[in-house]
């Protein structure tokens, strides 16, 4: 019978399987706790009614009252603690089919777990899948944990990694320039002699087409800081002293790499680093047959706990505009795909756009020092006014990698 049981389990669609089981789980939990003398209506009067451990008494009833079953799951006790709620709810003269009902409901849950998962861990992360409440505090605490196993896999961290550009008209007309900055705050290396690229550009069409007609120029073009081949352009003013030592490289697919050349571990080695550039050109601001979005991209490699991503635009480009967040994982793809073959690669964006108003000065942050200061600086070496440019920003806690954060927006039409 026990075999016929388990066959037909296996046998059943997770999310239905999952759903009951959890269901039931807190049905029994809750019948439990309103036999129990009293009204409980919070954790810690649990706690105090049964006199357990104030965590315990925590999860037991985020079980019952959380608002979405497959978030709840991950709440549901271990053994050890199913058994003292249980034997604490029998000393205070809960009834004994109560507790045994929840005994069973609980050998349900972990039934569940061995037909569909293995182990809690995996089926804690099947739940968070189908989540339709709280699922992004589930995904934070997975992504903030591969920050961790990442930097250890890779070698290096950073505080926070910045994307931030600047659209402004060209003097061709219907073209942009696009000022950029990017780069690190707080970077450090967890494993001695790592050499890492911490800047990767190149532009396309939404094809995937590679466009090289168009100039790049150094913002601060008294930068002489070389390795061997040309010099990174960084924006001295805003790196740590000394400056840390790069090599600008070819890289594939077009790209053009500044990679950090092998240095030494810790905090007393932990560094910023922001480069700095303009391309002159680059690409057309209206709609035409081979670009319908406008698309600016951060491509995350670095492992960080903080994704800063700024587009700066001015008013006389495109006007109002309403961009959205888009996230693609990398591992299958990458930022050469096409678009039209990278819809199988996006992954779940909570993060939105926000809009923050007009010039540097609603820029600030902890996440970057002396930012508005850096932004200003932009401008004036471009000779741009700052006031005139609208902000829009995207901020991501623990980015994944490898992935490519996407701010678009539709591009307007040709005027007739």
Same mark, same amino acid.
């Given at each position: 019978?026990?075999?016929?049981t388990?066959?037909k389990?296996?046998? #059943? =669609?997770f999310?239905a399987?999952?759903?009951?089981?959890?269901r039931?789980?807190?049905?029994a939990?809750a019948?439990v706790i309103?036999?129990?003398p009293?009204h409980?209506?919070?954790?810690?009067?649990?706690?105090?009614?049964?006199?357990?451990?104030?965590?315990l008494?925590?999860?037991v009833?985020r079980?019952?009252?959380?608002?979405?079953?497959?978030?709840?799951?991950?709440h549901?006790?271990?053994?050890?603690?199913v058994?003292?709620?249980l034997?604490?709810a029998?000393?205070?003269?809960?009834?004994s089919?109560l507790?045994?009902a929840?005994?069973?409901?609980?050998?349900?849950?972990e039934?569940?777990?061995?037909v569909h998962?293995?182990?809690r861990?995996?089926?804690?992360?099947m739940?968070?899948?189908?989540?339709?409440r709280?699922?992004?505090?589930?995904?934070?605490?997975?992504?903030?944990a591969?920050?961790?196993?990442?930097s250890y896999?890779w070698?290096?961290?950073a505080?926070?990694?910045?994307k931030?550009?600047?659209?402004?008209?060209?003097?061709?007309?219907g073209?942009?320039d696009?000022?950029?900055?990017r780069g690190?705050?707080?970077f450090r290396?967890?494993?001695?002699? *790592?050499a890492w *690229?911490?800047?990767?550009?190149?532009?396309?069409d939404?094809d995937?087409?590679?466009?090289?007609?168009?100039?790049?120029?150094?913002?601060?073009?008294?930068?002489e800081v070389r390795v061997?081949?040309?010099?990174v352009p960084?924006?001295r003013?805003f790196? /740590?002293?000394?400056? =840390? #030592?790069?090599?600008?490289?070819?890289g594939?697919?077009?790209?053009?790499e500044d990679?950090?050349?092998?240095?030494?571990?810790g905090?007393?080695?932990?560094?910023?680093?922001i480069? @700095?550039e303009v391309?002159r050109?680059?690409a057309s601001?209206?709609?035409?047959?081979?670009?319908?979005y @406008?698309?600016?991209t951060?491509r995350?490699? /670095?492992?960080?706990?903080?994704l800063?991503?700024?587009?700066?635009?001015?008013?006389d480009?495109?006007g109002?505009?309403?961009?959205e967040? +888009?996230?693609y994982?990398d591992?299958?793809g990458g =930022?050469?795909?096409?678009?039209?073959q990278?819809?199988?690669d996006q +992954?779940?964006a909570w993060?939105?756009v926000?809009?923050?108003?007009?010039?540097?000065?609603?820029?600030?942050t =902890?996440?970057?020092?002396?930012?508005a200061e850096?932004a200003r600086y932009?401008f004036?070496?471009?000779?741009?006014d700052?006031e005139?440019?609208d902000?829009?920003?995207?901020r991501v806690q623990y980015?994944?990698?490898p992935?490519t954060?996407?701010?678009?927006?539709?591009?307007p039409e040709?005027p007739?």
């Open positions: 019978m026990a075999s016929d388990n066959q389990a296996e046998a #059943r =669609p999310e399987h999952a759903e009951e089981v959890v039931r789980v807190r049905n939990f019948e309103e036999a129990l009293g409980v209506t919070r954790p810690s009067e649990l706690e105090r009614a049964l006199e357990i451990d104030k965590k008494g925590w999860r009833f079980v019952v009252h959380g608002s979405d079953p497959f978030m709840a799951a991950q549901v006790p271990g053994a050890a603690g058994r003292i709620f034997e604490a029998a000393e205070r003269g809960v009834p089919g507790t045994e929840a005994a069973r409901a609980v050998g349900a849950f039934e569940l777990i061995q998962a293995g182990d861990a995996s089926l804690e992360m739940m968070s899948g189908y989540a339709r709280g699922r992004k505090r589930g995904d934070l605490t997975h992504r903030k591969a920050f961790r196993a990442n896999v070698g290096v961290q505080k926070t990694q910045l931030a550009d600047f659209l402004h008209r060209s003097d061709w007309p073209q942009l696009i000022g950029s900055v690190f705050v707080g290396r967890i494993r001695a002699n *790592v *690229v911490v800047a990767r550009a190149r532009c396309t939404d995937g087409t590679l466009r090289t007609s168009f100039v790049r120029e150094p913002l601060d073009p008294a930068c061997d081949g040309p010099a960084l924006l003013e790196c /740590t002293k000394p400056l =840390p #030592r790069f090599r600008r490289v070819a594939p697919h077009g790209f053009v990679e950090l050349v092998e240095g030494p571990v905090n007393t080695a932990a560094f910023n680093c480069i @700095g391309a050109r680059v601001y209206y709609r035409d047959e081979r670009n319908r @406008g698309d600016l951060a995350m490699r /670095t492992p960080s706990e903080v800063l991503f700024d587009q700066f635009v001015h008013e480009v495109f109002p505009i309403t961009p967040v +888009l996230v994982g591992l299958r =930022p050469e795909t096409p678009r039209d990278r819809a199988r +992954l779940p993060e939105t926000e809009y923050l108003g007009k010039g540097p000065g609603v820029i600030h =902890p996440d970057v020092p002396r930012y850096m932009v004036d070496r471009l000779g741009w700052g005139r440019f902000v829009y920003r995207i980015p994944i990698i992935s954060v996407v701010m678009r927006h539709e591009l040709r007739a």
